[in-house]
């Protein structure tokens, strides 16, 4: 079964900690991404890797940090400096730019910092 | 840069009703436009896209939106409402040399009542 995996599904964090979120996907997809929800302001994106190896800043990076080491996994760190961490935070990938290949979404992971 | 507004931020519905559900974009040229749909707690599905040719497009599960460039809208129906369409709808744009970057709109929550 093709598709994205995010883990956990909840996560609780002492605020100062960092944490890592988990993001793999089996589609064989090169592009991935990290996405922020919070209510009423729709998604913003926070990382974006087009390729192995390569990612981008999105709209919201600072506080965050990723890496891109293998084709299959992004896993997305939320260190200490994000002043507002707790989110749901989706990841998604796509065959190449989304605007050709569609963006398909993992199920979220919801960051609650105490 | 292209930005996103979903007007509604929750609609009710009776079930067999039409639902029509409101996006404007703001882009110079011509955008990539988008509808997902999110089930509580889950990650997003792509409902359809627009990017040129005809302006009423067809989509999964029954939907379709219609592009107006004179309004800058892009605006997603569907004939009648089945009770599974209970959801956060949430309307996208991006642009050809935007490196792989969506802007979404704050979405709109439908309700569905018996």
Redesign the interface.
């Known amino acids: 079964d093709g598709g ?1 995996t995010q883990s956990p599904k909840y996560l609780f964090r002492k605020e100062g900690q960092n944490v890592t979120l988990s993001c793999e996907q089996n589609l064989n997809h090169d ?1 991935m ?1 990290w996405y922020r929800q919070d209510p ?6 926070i990382y ?1 890797s ?1 390729i192995v190896n390569d990612f ?1 800043k ?2 919201i990076a600072e506080g965050y940090s990723v890496s891109r080491e293998k084709k299959e996994s992004f896993p997305l760190t939320v260190t200490s400096a994000q002043k507002n961490p707790t989110a749901f935070y ?1 990841c ?1 990938s796509s065959m190449g ?3 050709d290949n ?2 398909f ?4 992971t ?1 960051l609650t910092v105490l | 840069a292209q930005s ?1 507004t979903q007007p509604d ?1 929750h609609i009710t519905v009776s079930e067999g009703a039409s639902l029509e559900l409101r996006c404007n974009y703001s882009y110079g040229a011509t955008p ?1 436009l988008f509808w997902y749909v999110q089930s509580p ?6 409902l359809l ?1 627009y ?1 040129s040719g005809d302006t009423l497009v067809q989509g999964i599960k029954g939907f379709e939106a219609e592009f107006k460039r004179s309004q800058s809208s892009f605006n997603l129906r569907k004939p009648s409402v089945h009770w599974s369409d209970a959801a956060e709808y ?1 309307c ?1 744009v ?3 040399h ?5 802007s ?4 709109t929550t439908v309700t569905v009542r018996a």
């Not at chain 1, 979404?105 to 979220?108: D, R, S």
């Not at chain 2, 707690?41 to 792509?46: S, V």
């Not at chain 2, 979404?104 to 979405?107: H, L, M, N, V």
């Open positions: 994205i592009a991404y009423g302001q729709g998604l913003r994106l974006y087009q981008q999105g709209d989706l998604a730019d989304p605007m569609e963006q979404f993992g199920p979220g919801r | 996103v931020i990539y707690g889950q990650g997003l599905q792509l896209k990017f949430f996208a991006g642009a050809i935007s490196d792989y970057k969506l979404f709109g704050a979405g």
